[in-house]
């Protein structure tokens, strides 16, 4: 069956960094626009970072110049740095198909995602 798993989430101080990864299982993740969600308790779950298939990205305005996200085709797999990290930026992330400025659905089985937290 189709499988994303998320890792790389952590805790770390404001100003910090990390890098997720996503990898797919049984499913080839470059022929679909990809990318990575986030749903902080309280909150729904919103898409913060798509690439297309031909590695164009698109991020929304809280996290442009500071979130990269990007693909490894050849791994099966999609990343996301995240640089000067903000308390704000607490969230469960997740990745899934996706386009920012589309219409386009997540259409996978969502995975169990990976937990950033950003505090003092």
């Known amino acids: 069956q189709v499988q994303l798993v998320e890792s790389g989430g952590g805790s770390v101080q404001p100003g910090g960094s990390l890098t997720l990864s996503c990898v797919g299982f049984n499913y080839i993740l470059s022929r679909i626009p990809m990318g990575w969600y986030r749903q902080a308790p309280g909150q729904e779950r919103e898409l913060v970072a798509s690439?297309?298939?031909?590695?164009?990205?698109d991020y929304v305005d809280s996290v442009k110049g500071r979130f990269t996200i990007s693909r490894v085709n050849a791994q099966n797999t999609i990343y996301l740095q995240m640089n000067n990290l903000k308390p704000e930026d607490t969230a469960v992330y997740y990745c899934?198909?996706?386009?920012?400025?589309?219409?386009?659905?997540?259409?996978?089985?969502w995975g169990q995602g990976t937990q950033v937290t950003v505090s003092q």
């Open positions: 899934n198909s996706g386009s920012l400025g589309s219409t386009l659905e997540p259409g996978l089985p």
């Open positions: 690439i297309t298939i031909g590695a164009i990205s």
